[in-house]
């Protein structure tokens, strides 16, 4: 204080007043010392960096929170140069700086500074210039900013990073609003698209979409619209500049302010070429398979007709015995009920219909089926079975009759020599568990199991089992009997496994879906109920051997027939003969079975149709309950009459 009053500058007026009235001389020094004081406490307890210097850039002053920052104490800085503490990377020359404070008064920027354990510390300030008593100090308050600019510089670093990423990328990035106006696009739409970004900004994202995938795309923005914190994706075509289309996988991710969906970053990579491949892969796939099937089907009907012709061509002899064409015969049948299983596996697994579940009791159809399984098997074969009467499944009995067949069938091959084959049936417990596999719930489903003692399955081979045309007989099986049962029992909701041993035996197991309900009866098989003689039989088939053989039998029977090899054809004859039953294949030369059918139905109410079909079953048949039916070739003559004797009205009966 004596130093600043030892500056003060006589002036008469205010000498005289001091010196006239002590008193408020006093009371003033007193007021500039307190001012003083406070202003001193507010420099040295603020966070930020005070500092005063001159016009060479000597330090004057600091304040406590500058010195730490530096590392030094005051008294070390007061009488440094600022030159002493800058790096050599300073923004700005600091003669450039000390000019433009003694010109214009002020500046503000950012100075780099080196501390004194040699860490470079970042200061933003804002100096002013003050004169008093003829001299001038630049008052200094900077903050330290270093970890800022860092972050910042790490910031900028990270987004030329990510934009030279997203620049560069070739996938096609867009952000689009919720109303699906392109935002933003990235440079390489040009590149996936031909379009330049600032052509698609402000247009509809929908308007780069081929029309036939428009609508799923306008789905996809709907769906992320609802649910703000999913990502949606699909496959879609794009419309190229040039006029083509390609296919990109498209993943959509929604930009949220809360929990409000804003926009929508679409992510876009074209598949065009992996589609291709995929189709070009599953074409050789499909040649491949088709390859191997045919090779299997020549093999097996070759096997079918060898079966069938030297003794078609022994009943054409002269000299042939009456027991001679029987014994032909017998093994003509035989031959002709191989190849009609085989043709049924084929259809089977290739066109696979949903199955009709009705209850049935497990053993009912066991024992209906037990008599054609022991033909099947023959006497080297002992069949050992155990199925409860209480067992109900949900089931369709044609199908889970073929289950049995195939299973049956497999067994007999891998005991070449005899054996056992034992069948059992049972209700699991509830969570019980299986070493060949897991089954949840299993106390809803029945078990089947079929167990032979044949030659086992190497544990190489097992998982490939139920693959379509994968066998293990070299010189039979078309490799579709395991793949069917899979098939069907998957179709019926249930479940199939596998366990076996080499040299001990395979034993498969079924699950299919119990149930509580009361199964119907199964009507027994039996022959036509009343004489048929009376009626007239139409055959429309473009095979004239079916045609043919069917109406010779027919006629054998006693029954009148006439024969159509065209549904024109037919049309004629059905206006002529006037049949009471019309057999008509569904396949013809010049329309389908069913148009020829339903234009008999028009000409003749009264009319009973058997449509009759070699690839398709009669759930894919339109068929009108009592008075049509359906058969699947090959077929006997006696099947062919039970349906016909259930078609009838009881007006035609004899």
């Known amino acids: ?29 007193k007021r500039l010392d307190e001012s003083e004081r406070r202003y001193r406490e507010l420099s040295e307890s603020t966070h930020d960096l005070v500092c005063s210097h001159d016009l060479q850039g000597r330090i004057t002053d600091v304040n406590v929170a500058a010195a730490r920052s530096l590392g030094y104490t005051r008294e070390e800085l007061c009488g440094m140069n600022l030159r002493d503490v800058l790096t050599d990377a300073a923004p700005e020359p600091f003669d450039t700086y000390l000019a433009t404070v003694a010109r214009e008064g002020a500046a503000e920027g950012l100075m780099s500074i080196n501390a004194r354990n040699g860490d470079q510390l970042l200061w933003e300030y804002q100096n002013t210039l003050q004169s ?6 630049v008052r200094g308050l900077a903050r330290d900013v270093t970890e800022r600019e860092r972050a910042l510089s790490e910031l900028r670093k990270n987004e030329r990073h990510f934009r030279s990423i997203i620049e560069n990328v070739c996938d096609l990035i867009t952000i689009v609003d919720v109303a699906g106006t392109i935002e933003y696009a990235a440079p390489s739409v040009d590149r996936a ?13 929908v308007d780069l979409v081929d029309s036939a995938d428009a609508g799923a795309v306008a789905k996809l923005f709907a769906s992320q619209l609802a649910a703000p914190d999913t990502v949606g994706s699909l496959d879609a075509r794009l419309l190229h500049r040039d006029g083509t289309v390609r296919w990109f996988s ?16 679409l992510n876009a990579r074209d598949i065009t070429e992996r589609r291709q491949l995929v189709a070009q892969l599953a074409q050789a796939g499909r040649v491949d398979s088709l390859g191997r099937l045919a090779a299997t089907l020549a093999h097996e009907f070759n096997n079918v007709l060898m079966g069938i012709l030297p003794f078609a061509e022994l009943m054409q002899r002269p000299a042939v015995t009456r027991a001679g064409v029987a014994k032909a015969a017998g093994y003509i049948v035989n031959s002709i009920a191989r190849g009609k299983r ?13 199955p009709a579940l009705l209850p049935l009791q497990l053993r009912g159809l066991w024992e209906e089926l037990l008599p054609g399984i022991q033909a099947v098997t023959a006497n080297a074969v002992a069949i050992d079975w155990d199925v409860p009467a209480a067992l109900n499944i949900l089931a369709d009995t044609g199908q889970v009759s073929q289950i049995f067949a195939n299973l049956v ?21 509830p969570h019980e568990t299986f070493s060949f596999g897991f089954l949840p719930s299993p106390e809803d489903f029945v078990q089947i199991s079929v167990a032979d003692r044949g030659c086992g399955i190497d544990p190489a081979i097992l998982p490939n089992v139920f693959d379509p045309l994968f066998t293990t007989k070299e010189n039979s099986g078309t490799g579709l009997g395991l793949a069917v049962v899979h098939q069907i029992v998957t179709n019926h909701g249930g479940s199939v496994f596998v366990e076996s041993q080499l040299g001990v035996g395979t034993t498969f197991h079924v699950f299919l879906p119990a149930t509580r309900a009361e199964a119907a009866a199964q009507p027994a098989a039996a022959g036509p109920a009343t004489d048929l003689s009376s009626l007239r039989v139409l055959i429309i088939d473009d095979e004239e051997a079916v045609s043919e053989g069917l109406s010779e039998v027919l006629r054998d029977d006693g029954l009148r027939t006439a024969t159509a090899a065209t549904g024109a054809a037919g049309e004629a004859e059905a206006r002529r003969f006037r049949p009471h039953v019309a057999v008509v294949d569904e396949r013809l030369a010049d329309c389908s079975g069913t148009d020829v059918a339903n234009r008999l139905l028009r000409l003749d109410p009264a009319l009973r149709i058997v449509m009759m079909s070699g690839h398709a079953d009669g759930r894919r048949i339109p068929l009108s309950e009592g008075r049509t ?14 349906v016909i004797d259930a ?6 009966r004899r």
Do not use: H, W
């Open 250 to 265: 498209i993943i959509a991710t929604n930009r949220l302010t809360g929990d409000v969906v804003t926009s929508m970053i």
């Open 409 to 429: 069938s497999n067994a007999r091959d891998a005991m070449p020599g005899g054996g056992e084959l034992r069948v059992t049936a049972r209700t699991p417990l």
């Open 132 to 137: 008093a008593n003829g001299g001038s100090t």
């Open 193 to 205: 698209l031909g379009y330049s970004p600032d052509r698609v900004l402000g247009g509809q994202f």
């Open 342 to 354: 085989v043709a049924l596996d084929i259809l089977r697994f290739t066109r696979p219909c949903q």
């Open 629 to 642: 039916a359906f058969l699947q070739k090959p077929f006997d003559v006696t099947e062919l009459l039970e």
């Open 647 to 652: 078609l009838i009205p009881e007006e035609l």
């Open 1 to 29: 204080m004596k130093k600043l009053l030892s500056q003060i500058r006589p002036v008469p007026n205010q000498i005289r007043l001091v010196t006239d009235d002590p008193t408020k001389e006093s009371e003033a020094i």
